[in-house]
Every structure is written in C-alpha cells, then in structure tokens.
C-alpha cells in the first residue's frame, strides 16, 4: 500500500550512496531484478518507511492507494482484467507514470463490478448502475434500475437451475437404465 507521495524515478546510473541510505530502494520483484545499477525503475522513499513494509490491503485512511497488483491478488483477478475493466470505464487509477494506484473508490467499484458479473450482469449494466449513482442523493433511479436487472436475472437463473434438473432427473434415470442392462448382462454370463 502507497501513502502519501510516492515517487516513482528512471535511473540511468548506479547511485551507491542513495541506495545504502535507503532513500533508493530496489526491491525484488518475481522474475524481474530492479536495481540502480542496471538502470531499471526505482522507488524513491517517502516519509512513511520503505517500500512494501506493512503493507496490509485495507485502506488506513483515504489519501491512500493500492497497486494493481495488490488490487488484483485481493480479489483473484488478473492484472489484465483490471486493465480491461479501466479501458471500459468502469475503473480510474490515478496514475504515475505507468504505475496504476487504486483509491478506496475504485475498489469500491470493483467489488460492484464483480458482484454484478457474478450474478450474471454485462459489463453495460453494471457501468450503467455505476453510472447513475449520485452521492447526495436517494438514488432512487440507480435502485429501480437494480431491482429490474435483478429480478430478470432472477427469473432467469430460476429457469436455468429448472432446467438443470430436470437434465439431471433424465442422466440419473439414463443412468440406473444403464446399471441396470449391466447387472443383467453380468448375471447372465455367471449363470452361464
């Protein structure tokens, strides 16, 4: 987690001294080796302590943000997902440079994007809902608009969940006819 600023610096020289005072850090990350020394991406100290330490995926308060990583691992989604969800507009990281950094209100929405994909909502109608909250207000518009998707889908898992079992009924009958044929076909050979 990022609080405060954070700042995020293309090294093209080796700076020993800044990284033995800790005011450059070169963290390890899976597969990839950041150092100054190399001249890849550095992160500068901030007042609040290195990099990653303490790094919880709650909000202390909100001035603060998370990674898209730390976004993605919360919720078991990919990186790309979370990419595509901001290309849609249903997402917007501040950015720093190409470092996405999640307020509490884009994980807010994120969870509204999840859950309405879970229960079988497009992407249009869930930005549509996002779309239509107002913070001063009742809502009331967002909410009839929620209740009319809600109960469509509703109706319409309703149905699936009919239909599976009834395919269910028909394979375990399909399948007690098939047990059935078998045991008698073995009977037959040990009377034989």
Not at 98 to 111: G, I, M, P, S
Request: proline content about 4%; charged content about 30%; hydrophobic content about 35%.
């Amino acid at each position: 987690m990022i609080s405060g600023p954070t700042y995020i610096a293309y090294v093209n020289v080796n700076y020993p001294e800044l990284l033995e005072s800790g005011v450059i850090r070169c963290p390890r990350r899976t597969g990839t080796d950041w150092s100054a020394k190399e001249g890849r991406r550095m992160e500068l100290s901030n007042r609040n302590g290195p990099a990653g330490a303490g790094r919880e995926l709650e909000f202390a308060n909100d001035n603060d943000y998370m990674r898209i990583g730390e976004v993605a691992e919360k919720f078991g989604v990919t990186l790309r997902a979370l990419r595509f969800y901001e290309d849609r507009g249903l997402l917007t990281p501040r950015r720093d440079g190409a470092v996405r950094l999640y307020a509490r209100r884009d994980v807010t929405r994120l969870k509204f994007v999840l859950l309405g994909r879970r229960v079988g909502l497009s992407l249009r109608e869930v930005k549509q809902l996002i779309d239509m909250y107002d913070p001063d207000g009742p809502n009331t518009r967002q909410l009839r608009f929620a209740l009319e998707k809600g109960d469509r889908q509703l109706r319409r898992l309703t149905r699936q969940r009919d239909e599976i079992v009834g395919t269910i009924a028909e394979l375990e009958e399909l399948l007690a006819g098939i047990r059935q044929r078998l045991a008698a076909v073995a009977g037959a050979r040990s009377s034989a």
